[in-house]
């Protein structure tokens, strides 16, 4: 999220060179990757198969709104943890490796943001249609809180507090 010459937090020195660190943090954000979007992936390939479901046609329209909401989330969530990997094949052995770490991190924020949304109106759509409308609200919002609060706030938190310290 940190773009060169902003303020940040610096890691502790080390003997790796900077094209070292760069080689590294990008290995290390693809590796995370990989992780969420597998996970998307999954929630992806469960929405597709949901309209061709027995009892699919029954939901109503709140039900199918949430399921719209779910699957084109998943789609732009896949869509940004995937992207990383694919400039990376695209700019391999290019000059442009930092900001391509530097840009796959934002990526990488904004599919995590998708699939919070996804991740958050499936759970509502399920809950809508096991139970009702009223546990549906409470459901999603507790996914929707958590992570909020594990993969955003939480880490920006940190963040202000490792600032404040230096």
Known sequence: MNDPGQDHVEEPETDETRKERVDRELGELLQGLRVAVTGVQVLFAFLLTLPFAAGFHKL??????LFFISLLSAALASVLFITP????RLLFRT??????LHRANK?????AVGLAIAMTSSVALVAE???????????GG??????AWFWILQ????????????
């Open 95 to 100: 000059p442009l490796k930092e900001k391509m």
């Open 60 to 65: 109503e329209d709140e039900g199918r709104w």
């Open 85 to 88: 990997a694919a400039q990376h």
């Open 142 to 147: 507790a996914v929707a809180l958590s992570s």
């Open 107 to 111: 990526l990488g924020i904004a599919g």
């Open 155 to 166: 880490p920006i938190i940190d963040l202000h507090r490792t600032r404040d310290v230096m």
């Open 129 to 139: 249609t096991v139970i009702n409308a009223w546990p549906a609200v409470l459901f």
